[in-house]
């Protein structure tokens, strides 16, 4: 079975600090590996995506770091702020040869930064 | 541009009924993919539509079946429900060549009594 594990379940970061999120994954035929942020009450919102040819990609405060040797990756926050404080997933796309994709999911880290 | 639309946003049902869950993808968007999310866990997949067909199953039973419409909005249906499949079910549309990039809507709390 494919599975993506999410370290840590929760974490308090500063205002300012740098929030790091970790996964690690056991299928080597994964595609993709999004991150999704998730408010109380609200679904997922796709955040940032990398291919497994790329060691990082930034968007903005946000940056994934991809260890593919490893089969690990991180979500980085910078600058973290209030705002910031939600739930965060790590997932893992799998395409199929019919071009069908699936997402695999890890168990989610509860982010609460602190002024 | 509207974003992926989900009703009812709650639902309260007993045990033994059926329930219908709607989803109207994204602008642009041609495939839908349902996922249930457990309270605590992350989302776990459900099925895929594209062209109106169920192109993908995840390990759930038959109970749960879909439907995608000509204007790629899609039908998740429960039957039989049981306490377990309480629930927040959620939608996420795509376009079929742009991979890594579903875009959930915000979803319907089911809930069985």
């Known amino acids: 079975q494919q599975q993506v594990k999410q370290s840590p379940q929760s974490l308090i970061v500063q205002k300012g600090g740098i929030s790091i999120i970790n996964c690690a994954y056991e299928?080597?035929?994964?595609?993709?590996f999004p991150w999704y942020q998730q408010f109380p009450g609200k679904g997922p919102a796709l955040l940032i995506a990398?291919?497994?040819?790329?060691s990082e990609k930034k968007e903005g405060r946000f940056t994934i770091s991809f260890n593919k040797s490893a089969k690990q990756f991180s979500l980085h926050i910078m600058d973290s702020q209030p705002g910031d404080s939600a739930t965060y997933f790590c997932?893992?796309?799998?395409?199929?040869?019919?071009?069908?994709?699936?997402?695999?999911f890890g168990t989610g880290t509860r982010l609460t930064i602190i002024p | 541009d509207a974003g992926v639309t989900q009703s009812p946003t709650h639902l309260i049902k007993t045990r033994g009924q059926q329930v219908t869950l709607r989803c109207s993808p994204k602008?642009?968007?041609?495939?839908v993919s349902w996922y249930q999310q457990a309270l605590g866990q992350g989302p776990q997949f459900i099925f895929q539509?594209?062209?109106?067909?169920?192109?993908q199953r995840g390990n759930f039973p038959d109970r749960f079946s879909g439907h995608q419409f000509p204007n790629y909005s899609s039908e998740l249906n429960v039957n039989a429900l049981l306490l377990g499949d309480s629930a927040l079910y959620l939608c996420?549309?795509?376009?079929?060549?742009?991979?890594?990039?579903?875009?959930f809507g915000p979803g319907t709390r089911l809930t069985v009594l």
């Open positions: 996420a549309s795509s376009r079929r060549t742009t991979w890594g990039t579903q875009y």
């Open positions: 997932a893992a796309s799998h395409i199929s040869n019919f071009g069908n994709e699936k997402l695999t």
């Open positions: 299928n080597t035929a994964f595609d993709y």
């Open positions: 539509y594209y062209e109106e067909e169920e192109r």
């Open positions: 602008s642009g968007h041609d495939t």
């Open positions: 990398i291919r497994p040819d790329v």
